[in-house]
């Protein structure tokens, strides 16, 4: 019984994984990570410790550069706090919106932060796409540590 406990449990965690790549609030990969720890812990799984440190340290090393990515393409393009700030707010508006709200929502939220910090349409576009490049960039690794990790516990779970 409680072997499908871990397993439904680590089902809903890789599901929030995916969900979190998305949503800022909600950590992606380590979710989907400690999914991955609850089917190893279950009959169901049972990965190497290489397997374990290596998707582990996946995990981390995508939430660090979460982090960095967006500031790095927003100073790239010469902009503010204000771009990746209205990147988020814009990603969040866009979440209800569809597929594309999510992708049109942070680029109009990089821009509009962009014109409340500096009052000038160039910069605003330039740092605006500065900003939506590098948020996402991480969105796109986060999906891809939280889609390689999904597939090795599915990979485990089916075999």
């Known amino acids: ?6 397993l439904i449990s680590g089902i809903i965690l890789m599901i929030l994984g995916i969900i ?22 279950s009959r169901f799984g049972d990965y190497s410790q290489s397997t374990l ?3 582990g340290v996946i995990a981390v090393v995508v939430s660090i550069l979460d982090f960095i990515v967006p500031v790095w393409g927003t100073k790239r ?6 771009g990746t700030r209205g990147a988020t707010v814009g ?15 942070p680029l109009i939220g990089a821009f509009v932060g962009e014109m409340i910090f500096k009052d000038d ?21 986060k999906l891809a540590a939280s889609f390689i990790m999904t597939f090795y516990f599915v990979k485990e779970w089916i075999a």
């Open 53 to 55: 440190i290596t998707l």
């Open 91 to 105: 990603l969040i508006i866009g979440l209800f919106l569809g597929p594309m709200g999510i992708i049109i929502g």
């Open 1 to 6: 019984m409680s072997d499908y406990i871990l």
């Open 121 to 141: 349409i160039n910069y605003a576009v330039r740092a605006g796409f500065g900003s939506l490049l590098g948020f996402l960039t991480g969105i796109g690794l």
């Open 20 to 41: 979190g790549c998305l949503v800022p609030v909600l950590p992606g990969p380590p979710l989907s990570f400690l999914g991955l720890l609850l089917l190893h812990f």
């Open 77 to 82: 393009f010469g902009g503010s706090k204000y």
